[in-house]
């Protein structure tokens, strides 16, 4: 006897959904890095949980004081003002060790992330700044950093005194994890699969 038609269309919708319900894995950090000018008379002031940069200058203020304060927001500088801007700085502290395999010459952490400026490594890795957490650090630049801070969201401003550069890393919000599917969704999905092998195999056996 011919088995319905329904019987297979359901198990292959039943299967499509349980493709839909497994949780998906999160990507990779992909950082955005930003040049924000000269290092030559100016100074990384702090940084805040939003990214924006705060940067000192000795020079092209318009003021009758010294030294002018700059605001980077994404990378793009604001209008300079004759007092530091009333941010709520988030820039890390001192780190108590360093990872593993690194000779770090400047290091700060902030939420169990590492930010570094690190040369002559004893693993081998290139001269330069990385950030990650543990021993897992992922390279961001060539150069020093003289300066660096980290805010809790894992965005890092440094100074490559090498280069004479002040740089910023911006980590992007990475794409959302699917939910773990729930008990009922689970049964549904093992469900399906069941009456999807059940109807191949009488399929095979007619």
Known sequence: MKRPAHWLSASVALLAAALFVC????????YTILDLGTANGRNLVGM??????????????GFASFT?????????????SSSAPDLVYDDGTPCS??????NALKKVCNQGVVGLGSVFNPNGNKNGTYIGSGDNLQ???????????L???????WT??????????????????????????????????LWFTAAVRRRANR
Request: proline share 10%; with cysteine; net charge negative.
């Open 160 to 193: 490559d005194g090498a280069g004479e550069e002040i740089f910023e890393a911006m980590d992007p919000p990475g794409p959302a994890v699917s939910p773990i599917p729930e008990p009922g969704s689970l049964l549904l999905v093992g469900t399906g699969l």
């Open 48 to 61: 805040d949980t939003a990214g924006d940069v705060v940067i000192s200058q000795s020079y092209g203020c």
């Open 68 to 80: 002018c304060y700059v605001t980077y927001v994404d990378g793009v500088a604001g209008t300079a």
């Open 97 to 102: 060790s360093t990872p593993t395999g690194f």
């Open 151 to 157: 805010n809790s969201v894992g965005d890092l401003a």
């Open 139 to 149: 390279f961001l630049s060539n150069g020093s950093a003289d300066q660096i801070f």
């Open 23 to 30: 949780p998906k894995p999160a990507a990779a950090n992909s």
